[in-house]
């Protein structure tokens, strides 16, 4: 699992990221206090602007592919926190075209309908329907204009730099950096908020790189950037949708279940050698999330002393996992539910 800090450890070593403990008095939310945020830019400038009172605003987009899952917990978690602390705005871009020109979907209707199926999950997670934005490119085509704009400072040699992009990539995957951009700068541009945060995974953050560099070059103030880790799967890898090993907001209680069940244990072969020699919660997916998502410090330090010991079996770890879990699904169910195609109507951005 430590694998999973490379990207991490290479935006701070190669890439001139800072480590987030270099900076004292962070927020007071279990993302932080938990070591799930790792690294930032300029965040330590976005926090004092925003606590002097300076209006802010979140940036904070997804993936028009597929389906809302435990591993963009942190990064919606965070932004939620920040809206109902100091009621920021949120801009959501759901990158519906990407997802059609990498491939990740077949067709641009399949990426539109995942792109509105995702604005429901939204609204359903929690967010102010009366300060947060949801920018879906193929109904927000006024996007195109702003990255037609900044796309004279930009070039082709940068893009492909940056992204590793070649010849033989389609000139959408070329072009689309520019529209990430833009979804950056969209806060300064239809609101003149200058103070903007946009928390992201690591292997995200080139786009951040390229959005900061043009945002110097036409006039805007450089985003800061909260650089999350990557949480392990159910099978102690990278969490994704291709490899399955994903808790979903759609699943059901068995399969929450079921996946739970299946989870990577650190436990030993046996009861009786648990019992005897203790297990590793370092390496235990139940552990691992109960600590980092839904228990205190004294609760998870208990768990761990109690899982080393062999006092706490495996199984009985990951049947609390599963109770937190399927609480948490069943609110969202039943918020779900509630969402109306109105709601989603008032949250999208259309053009003027």
Do not use: W
Request: charged residues 30%.
């Amino acid at each position: 699992m430590e694998s999973l800090l490379k990207d991490n450890m290479k935006l701070v070593e190669e890439f001139n990221a800072k480590p987030i403990g270099t900076i004292e008095n962070l927020p007071n939310f279990y993302t932080f206090r938990n070591n799930l945020i790792f690294s930032h830019r300029d965040f330590d400038k976005f926090l004092k602007r925003l606590e002097d009172g300076e209006e802010s605003a979140i940036v904070s987009g997804l993936n028009a592919s597929g389906e809302l899952h435990m591993g963009h917990k942190v990064v919606f978690d965070t932004n939620l926190f920040f809206q109902k602390e100091f009621n920021m705005h949120v801009f959501i871009p759901l990158s519906d075209d990407e997802s059609y020109l990498s491939k990740k979907v077949s067709t641009q209707e399949a990426g539109l309908e995942n792109a509105m199926n995702l604005a429901k999950d939204l609204i359903a997670y929690g967010f102010d329907m009366k300060k947060t934005y949801i920018a879906i490119d193929q109904i927000y085509t006024d996007i195109y204009n702003l990255a037609i704009k900044l796309s004279r400072h930009i070039t082709m040699s940068e893009i492909k730099a940056i992204y590793g992009y070649k010849n033989e990539d389609n000139i959408g995957m070329h072009f689309y950096p520019t529209i990430q951009s833009a979804h950056v700068l969209l806060p300064q541009e239809l609101m003149g908020i200058k103070n903007v945060l946009v928390p992201i995974g690591p292997d995200e953050d080139a786009h951040l790189r390229s959005a900061r560099d043009v945002a110097s070059r036409t006039g805007y103030e450089k985003p800061a950037v909260l650089h999350t880790r990557f949480m392990p799967g159910l099978d102690g890898e990278k969490m994704s949708k291709s490899r399955g090993n994903a808790i979903f907001y759609s699943d059901d209680d068995k399969t929450v279940s079921r996946k739970v069940s299946s989870a990577f244990s650190g436990g030993r072969d046996t009861v009786e050698e648990h019992r005897r020699l203790g297990g590793n919660p370092e390496v235990d997916i139940a552990c691992i999330y109960l600590k980092n998502y839904y228990l205190g410090e004294k609760e998870a330090e208990n768990l761990f002393n109690e899982y080393r010991s062999g006092r706490i079996m495996s199984g009985e770890v990951k049947e609390m996992l599963k109770e937190k879990i399927i609480e948490d699904l069943r609110k969202f169910r039943i918020s779900l539910a509630n969402v109306s195609e109105a709601d989603v109507d008032r949250i999208l951005l259309r053009n003027k």
